[in-house]
């Protein structure tokens, strides 16, 4: 027995050093493991996203930054826009289908776009935007303009870029050389500034013509469709914006 009792030290130390041995083990394991996948994240991050992913991320990264300066020293005070002679609606109604049609218009898309594709910008660009965004509370018209510039114009920019590449989804929403947004309406249809001068009757329609009277859109913002008929090239308005800070 003597023999035997002196050696269970050895034997449990011997257990103590195969059980140390194995946690670390184990722990090497996990910080391979994080490791990889930290891996993966940052080339995911990295990644050009699909259009899905895009829309997404544009929306929690870049749309959701939106920030009210709160602070009344910098709100800005300016007066209000002046309507005279100024084309507006004079009602509004509801867009009774409008869950019918966007349903169409997607099930039509995702039918015609290679939706696994990656080409648009990568979740690091559009973080590294909402930042920017998020540094720049909305206190005035000019950095409203400057967020909606960047987190709804030029995503929309993007994505009509991109679908127009592919032949299908162009002829299905007939989407030509793509869209643009201008701030002036002389941005339509080869209309030089001269000839608007020179047309702009002194008495106002009273059914309001843009091709005779464009300066009484006077619009904050104008998203133009450009056509690609090359031979009558056309620049067509589609919807005007105006810039209102939220306070």
């Known amino acids: 027995m003597g023999p035997l009792l002196t050696s269970i030290p050895h034997i449990i130390d011997g257990s103590l050093r195969i059980e140390e041995l194995a946690r670390l083990l184990r722990e090497a394991e996990q ?13 995911e991050q990295a990644r050009l996203t699909t ?33 005279r002679d100024k084309w507006c609606p004079k009602n509004l109604k509801p867009w009774a289908d409008f869950l019918d049609q966007q349903k169409f218009i997607f ?39 400057y967020f909606l510039h960047n987190s709804v114009e030029d995503p929309v920019r993007a ?23 201008e701030n002036h309406p002389h941005a339509l249809s080869d209309v030089p500034e001269e000839v608007v001068d020179r047309e702009t009757p002194l008495v106002p329609p009273r059914t309001p013509d843009h091709r005779r009277d464009l300066k ?15 031979l009558s090239f056309q620049r067509i308005m589609i919807y005007v914006s105006e810039y209102k800070p939220p306070h």
């Open 159 to 181: 994505i009509i870029q991109q679908l127009k590449q592919v032949e299908e989804v162009s002829r299905a929403f007939q989407i030509g050389d793509g869209v643009v947004f």
């Open 51 to 83: 259009l899905d992913k895009y829309i997404a991320v544009c929306y929690t990264s870049v749309f959701s930054r939106f920030a009210i300066e709160t602070d009344p020293k910098l709100i800005s005070r300016g007066s209000i826009t002046n309507t």
């Open 107 to 145: 099930g039509t898309l995702y039918d015609t776009f290679p939706t696994e594709i990656r080409v648009f910008e990568n979740r690091n660009f559009l973080a590294g935007l909402g930042n920017s965004i998020s540094q720049r509370p909305i206190a005035d018209e000019k950095t409203l303009e």
């Open 31 to 43: 910080r391979a493991k994080e490791k990889r996948q930290r891996a993966r994240a940052s080339e």
């Open 216 to 230: 009484q859109l006077r619009p904050d913002q104008i998203c133009v469709y450009r056509s690609d008929n090359t």
